[in-house]
T-cell receptor, first 113, second 114 residues
Framework: GQQVMQIPQYQHVQEGEDFTTYCNSS?????IQWYKQRPGGHPVFLIQ?????EVKKQKRLTFQFGEAKKNSSLHITATQTTDVGTYFC?????????????FGRGTSLIVHP | TAGITQAPTSQILAAGRSMTLRCTQD?????MYWYRQDLGLGLRLIHY???????GKGEVPDGYSVSRANTDDFPLTLASAVPSQTSVYFC?????????????FGSGTRLTVV
């Protein structure tokens, strides 16, 4: 079955440093989505990437979708304490007429002030 | 506020007992999903429903059952709970199973089976 690997599992940074998390899928994806989960909270949708090589930005967050539509990355520039949380990617593949997402295991970001 | 309501927020359940986790959405989304979240394992799909009246099995369906009698409700039932079902359970929905603009998650149910 489809697998989505996400690394690293944890990342400690000093406030102001950059952060990147990576997702790799075993199969070509229809789209990939990114979610943020604050400690004690629930996942919240951030963005969706659909096109090969697509790059999207949300303020200090930059999302990329690989040319082969099998990998993706989330980069945060100059982290802030408000960025603390776990970031998940979800790979979607249209199978049997519907999307069934496969989530990566997440990267927990810890920002030290 | 529109969204997904899950109940209860938390529960301690004796092993062998049954329990139904409730999930209701008011967004008229067609597709709904149940996930369990365990430390280090991320979100794993238990069951899903593409539309009212249909359900499907996810990655970890054993020990769980679901029904989808209408668009708004998608309850998850544990027939005979076991300690390995201790987890945080999230219900999610999307507007369509074939046109995906992201999943909306409920606030979760923290279940402890003792």
């Amino acid at each position: 079955g489809q697998q989505v690997m996400q690394i690293p599992q944890y990342q400690h940074v000093q406030e102001g440093e950059d952060f990147t998390t990576y997702c790799n899928s075993s199969t070509t994806l229809s789209n990939i989505q990114w979610y943020k989960q604050r400690p004690g909270g629930h996942p919240v949708f951030l963005i969706q990437l659909v096109k090969s090589g697509e790059v999207k930005k949300q303020k200090r967050l930059t999302f990329q979708f690989g040319e082969a539509k099998k990998n993706s990355s989330l980069h945060i520039t100059a982290t802030q304490t408000t960025d603390v949380g776990t970031y998940f990617c979800a790979g979607n593949k249209l199978t049997g007429g519907s999307y069934i997402p496969t989530f990566g295991r997440g990267t927990s970001l810890i920002v030290h002030p | 506020t529109a969204g997904i309501t899950q109940a209860p927020t938390s529960q301690i359940l004796a092993a062998g007992r049954s329990m139904t986790l409730r999930c209701t959405q008011d967004m008229r989304h067609n597709a709904m999903y149940w996930y369990r979240q365990d430390l280090g394992l991320g979100l794993r799909l238990i069951h899903y429903s593409n539309t009212a009246g249909t359900t499907g099995k996810g990655e970890v369906p054993d020990g769980y059952s679901v029904s989808r009698a209408n668009t708004d409700d998608f309850p998850l039932t544990l027939a005979s709970a076991v300690p390995s079902q201790t987890s945080v359970y999230f219900c999610a929905s999307s507007d369509s199973p074939t046109v995906n603009y992201g999943y909306t998650f409920g606030s979760g149910t923290r279940l402890t089976v003792v």
